[in-house]
């Protein structure tokens, strides 16, 4: 199995520590890079798409409410973006707003996950993210 490059944009410590526990107990090979607010997030994919020695990740785990630019603007910006736009891009947000949730798929998001409050729940969503993004969907090649 191959090994991925995912990138966390998540500003809430808890939720950080629990995916990334989550991922590592998935026992799936990858690399994991978090940004804790939005202009950070973009600066980083911006920064990786203008260098040609640096990898893009393979996918984002992106939640809305975040401090800067929220998560809505920066999954606009993402998708906009030629260089950006074929990461996939996952919601992994608290939000049930069905506003925030087509205004999501609007602007392109490749799937909309509510965070659920039990932690046994939240682990088997992270294990089950991963793996249909690394075992089961073919993701493009990069550049």
């Known amino acids: 199995m191959k090994e991925i490059d995912i990138l966390l ?9 629990l995916t990334m526990e989550a991922l590592e107990d998935a026992r799936i090979m990858n690399n994991v890079t978090v940004k804790r607010d939005g202009a950070e997030a ?3 994919l911006f920064n990786l798409a203008g260098n040609d020695h640096e990898s893009l990740p393979d996918l984002i785990l992106l939640d809305i409410n975040l401090p800067k630019i929220d998560g809505k603007e920066v999954l606009n910006q993402i998708k906009t973006n030629p ?3 074929k990461i996939p891009v996952v919601m992994l947000t608290t939000s049930s707003s069905e506003g925030d949730i087509l205004e999501s798929y609007n602007n392109h998001a490749n799937c909309y996950i509510i965070k659920p409050v039990d932690l046994n729940k939240f682990f088997n969503i992270v294990k089950a993210i991963e793996n249909f ?6 993701l493009p090649a990069k550049d």
């Open 133 to 138: 993004w690394v075992t089961i969907v073919k």
């Open 42 to 44: 973009l600066d980083h």
């Open 9 to 17: 944009v998540e500003d809430n410590e808890g939720d950080i520590v």
């Open 83 to 85: 260089a950006l736009k």
